[in-house]
DNA sequence: GCCGTTTTCGGCCCGACTGTTTTCAGTCG
């Protein structure tokens, strides 16, 4: 089993200790480490190899020993056990909008339902409604959860959000009285996707703010609406959820909803050894007199911790690192120079032209752009002559004083690792991005070995997109990214971080991992056109909640450390050994 | 089941809102 399996185990023997009413406490514990496990960048195999399991936040003798089992068996004997009580459907039930373990309890013991289909009927022939705690209204609820599971609303990617977000909040601000708007949760801590809207408020007065977010335009259907809380549906399925509260608990409430929930409960419980009460409305003393609160850092400060970016809330460390005052400083959009991936018009399917391009990223800001069109694998790809040709155009190109042009190409790493296009015209050039298009469901070893290969060429600055996920449509290739990383280090290879808002590729866990493995990485819009230059901010999103610094980004320097940097490592590389290099 | 800057036993984050109830259990975030 892999990490995501474990966790996943994990998750569904909490969801079974909830509904079989055994120790409420006991299924958090489980909860808890399927979170950390999930997010643990790094084989949990290796950790249990090393015997370091239990070195992991929440896993004692019990779950380590659990984690083994599941480690080698895939299954094991506490979820077997519960299984025998709780039928293995019902776990289900607990993703449904207002079902909960009491619910899903109730419905089994007393209608033996363990299934979504099962319960839909119930709830159409008005047998949910006659059970206990149960009613026609909650009957009618969970009718309606079902039907919009059917239609999947699902997650959406954190640009769109971003987006959104920033509409309702522009709104908000315009209502009198209003002195702070921010969008909280997933979508301030910059997840790669994003499930619900939360949105903070902080106003005197609650009423005007409420009554102003449930008349937005665009709002289909109020789910809760209370005094200082409220949550509504938007077209396209999406839900936004707005809280209101006094501006001494601006700070307090910031943090609350920004969350991760395992990140505040961290915080929290340093603070309650330490004396303080902390809830969405301030900072407490024992005896419930108010400390403080309108500041996010009162929060911090009566954990005994330094303010931790939002990126960084998902108690992977960074309540530590807060502690030791070893916090990273994050890479932020105003240290990226330039953009090292960049499509024009020259081919396939880029539709800028240089002149669109550079005005473009000189509005940004932007230093320095590589063009990178594509070879000759892609459609209407550039083959050997065309390219040599466009560098020269490139490099003639004038940009009247605006960001620098490098001449560069992503050229294609073909099914057995070669570049698709001889190595004498790549190194010719400014920068060269290598990447994969093409039978990305190889197995394991053969994939790795494409990727090592365009690595060793000696010619690769960069190996863009490397995983060639696209979220929500295809998952990522079986990369096997320790091997690539060794040899990344060893040959001074970068990794890209795509920010397309659909690729985020490589991801945060995998952007940590690699800045650890001593792997550079270069964050890149990969625009196709002019207007998708700013979607660079993605990839620091990204590359943030990876812990990385500014340091561990190419492209904060300059142009002319990048061209040097690239004639010293190909003078030095090693031409590629003659047999293929062995995976095993 | 886990864990310890008041603890190796006795705690475990905490408040808003809803619907089902006649004072609160359940769900959610």
Not at 166 to 171: E, H, V
Request: charged residues 30%.
């Amino acid at each position: 089993m892999d990490n995501a399996e474990v966790a996943s185990a994990l998750a569904e023997v909490a969801d079974l200790l909830e509904l079989s009413g055994e120790n409420p406490f006991k299924a958090r514990a489980y909860r808890r480490v399927a979170e950390v496990v999930d997010r643990l960048g790094e084989p949990l195999e290796e950790h249990e190899r090393s015997g370091r399991l239990r070195e992991l936040p929440g896993i004692g003798e019990r779950i380590a020993k659990t984690i083994g089992e599941l480690l080698h068996t895939g299954t094991c004997a506490e979820r077997d056990r519960l299984l025998r009580m709780v039928p293995a459907g019902l776990p289900e039930l607990l993703r449904l909008e207002g079902v909960g373990p009491q619910t899903a309890a109730t419905v089994w013991r007393e209608l033996r339902i363990a299934d979504v289909e099962s319960l839909e009927k119930a709830a159409r022939d008005g047998r949910l409604a006659l059970l206990p705690r149960l009613g026609a209204q909650r009957a009618k609820a969970i009718l309606q959860a079902v039907e919009r599971r059917r239609k999947r609303a699902g997650r959406m990617p954190v640009a769109t959000a971003y987006v959104h977000a920033q509409s309702l909040l522009a709104r908000l601000r315009r209502v009198p009285g209003v002195v702070l708007a921010e969008a909280c949760g997933s979508l301030r801590r910059r997840c790669e996707t994003v499930g619900d809207l939360d949105l903070l408020v902080a106003a005197r007065d609650a009423a005007p703010v409420v009554r102003a977010f449930v008349s937005m335009p665009g709002v289909t259907a109020v789910r809760a609406e209370g005094p200082t809380r409220c949550a509504v549906r938007l077209r396209d399925g999406l839900s936004a959820d707005l809280r209101v509260v006094a501006p001494e608990s601006a700070g307090a409430a910031l943090h609350y909803f920004t969350g991760s929930r395992s990140h505040n409960i961290a915080v929290r419980l340093r603070a309650l050894r330490r004396g303080f009460k902390l809830n969405e409305y301030g900072v407490f003393d024992r005896e419930g007199r108010r400390v403080s609160g309108a500041e996010e850092t009162d929060v911090f400060e009566a954990a005994g911790l330094s303010w931790s970016d939002p990126e960084l809330r998902e108690d992977a460390g960074e309540v530590e690192a807060a502690r030791s005052g070893t916090l990273p400083r994050l890479v932020r959009d105003e240290d990226l120079q330039g953009d090292l991936h960049v499509h024009s018009d020259a081919s396939s399917d880029g539709r800028s032209t240089l002149e669109e391009i550079v005005r473009e990223a000189a509005r940004l800001g932007r230093r320095y752009v590589a063009i990178t069109d594509h070879s000759r694998s892609r459609p209407l790809g550039l083959d050997a002559e065309a390219l040599a040709r466009h560098a020269k155009t490139v490099r003639a190109f004038d940009t009247q004083g605006g960001p620098r042009l490098l001449a560069g190409v992503e050229v294609d790493i073909r099914s057995d690792g070669t570049l698709d296009l001889p190595a004498p015209l790549l190194a010719s050039l400014d920068w060269v991005v290598a990447s994969i298009h093409t039978r990305l469901q190889d197995p394991r070893g053969a994939l790795t070995l494409r990727v090592i290969r365009a690595i060793r060429s000696g010619v690769v600055d960069v190996i863009g997109h490397p995983t060639g996920r696209r979220i929500g449509y295809r998952d990522a290739s079986d990369l096997d990214l320790e091997r690539v990383l060794e040899e990344a280090a060893r040959a001074g290879v970068a990794l890209e971080v795509n920010a397309q808002p659909d690729r985020m590729d490589l991801n945060d866990r995998s952007c940590r991992l690699a800045a650890q493995a001593g792997v550079m990485l270069v964050v890149s819009s990969d625009a196709h056109v002019a207007a998708h230059l700013s979607n660079l901010r993605c990839g620091v999103w990204s590359a943030r909640r990876g812990w990385l610094e500014a340091r561990h980004v190419l492209n904060t320097r300059d142009a002319d450390e990048l061209l040097e940097r690239r004639a010293h490592r190909m003078a030095h590389a090693r031409p590629e050994p003659a047999e293929q290099p062995s995976l095993f």
